[in-house]
């Protein structure tokens, strides 16, 4: 009876450390016109990711201008705060965890990193404008039980000039969600982020660049990558958190591993199917398994897997390419 009752426990231990070491394998479910339902859902289940992230935005008419648009009629459903509770519902009910990670899109596509007043009015309209906008998804994620909230994203400058509005947001947020934090520094600013120390992952969109080749090898990209493991590796001791990829991936493009960041290819850039299967590897190959990264989601996954992605996709997106069956495999194996 004694061994009996000894195996249980060590079972439950083993369960227990499998637990706390299982890796956050995500999909950023990208934001549609329409409701989700199951049929939605099980892709993202076929590929063995048991995250997705949920992407509802807010919209600022110009870069100089401190006011956040967000959960009008006029938005797609999905970007909407009744479009995230939908999308949340329908994952946890097919068993994938979630993060709410609430967007910002500025007018003509500028870069959110370079969102920045010049007058202290301006600052603090931003502040509340943005406060309103990140405490409604915050509640939301509280309601809905969602396991992260990603309080911002890739917002450099708002960041650096403000650092005393973030600490002071993150403790409001606290008050009303219970769950795990993350910020999403874009891959160049995570060392100049004040605030890790009040968050439970250091969030990354890693989009590091790691092969000036047209098409890297696996090992081209394995190698691109020792520098900057290196480093995340290092920042991650010093802060004592583990590293979350809040956004990875690849373009299906001739040069993918040069520049990651850039969406603003032409439409006629040459699709590289290879190029993208094989440095999304390089990413499982060199990082994964490393303790202390946490996981990451991948970029994009969107809502109707039959009618995207495929062999004369150029996109991020990795559905109906090789790069798919990349991420199906490892997703199983972690």
Request: hydrophobic share 40%; proline share 5%; net charge negative.
């Amino acid at each position: 009876m004694n061994n009996v009752l000894y195996a249980l426990a060590l079972l439950l231990v083993l369960q227990s450390c499998t637990a706390q070491t299982e890796k956050i394998n995500g999909v950023s479910f990208v934001a549609n016109r329409n409701p989700v339902d199951s049929t939605h859902v099980q892709p993202v289940q076929n590929v063995h990711a048991n995250y997705a992230a949920v992407m509802p935005f807010g919209f600022v008419p110009e870069i100089d201008k401190p006011q956040i648009v967000y959960n009008t009629d006029r938005q797609w459903y999905g970007e909407t705060r009744e479009g995230g509770r939908n999308y949340v519902n329908e994952l946890h009910k097919g068993d994938i965890a979630v993060m709410v990670k609430p967007q910002i899109w500025i007018r003509h596509g500028e870069f959110t990193g370079y969102l920045k007043m010049e007058t202290e009015e301006e600052w603090t309209a931003l502040e509340e404008s943005y406060s309103s906008f990140i405490m409604d998804y915050a509640t939301l994620a509280h309601e809905e039980k969602a396991a992260i909230f990603c309080i911002g994203t890739e917002l450099e400058q708002f960041v650096i000039n403000r650092p005393d509005f973030w600490r002071t947001l993150i403790t409001e947020i606290k008050k009303v969600y219970k769950g795990k934090l993350t910020y999403a520094a874009n891959w160049d600013e995570y060392k100049r982020v004040p605030f890790w120390d009040q968050l439970d992952y250091v969030g990354i969109d890693a989009y590091f660049p790691v092969s000036e080749s047209q098409t890297p090898t696996v090992q081209e990209a394995i190698e691109g990558w020792q520098p900057w493991k290196e480093k995340l590796s290092a920042f991650a001791k010093a802060k004592n958190k583990k590293i979350l990829f809040t956004e990875w991936g690849y373009r299906s493009v001739d040069f993918t591993g040069k520049e990651p960041w850039k969406a603003d290819w032409k439409d006629g850039t040459p699709v590289n199917l290879k190029a993208q299967a094989n440095t999304t590897q390089a990413v499982f190959e060199t990082i994964w398994r490393e303790e202390w990264f946490a996981g990451g989601f991948v970029w994009k996954w969107f809502i109707h897997h039959d009618r995207v992605g495929g062999p004369d996709n150029n996109r991020f997106t990795p559905q109906n390419k090789p790069a798919q069956d990349v991420i199906e495999k490892y997703y199983e194996m972690y």
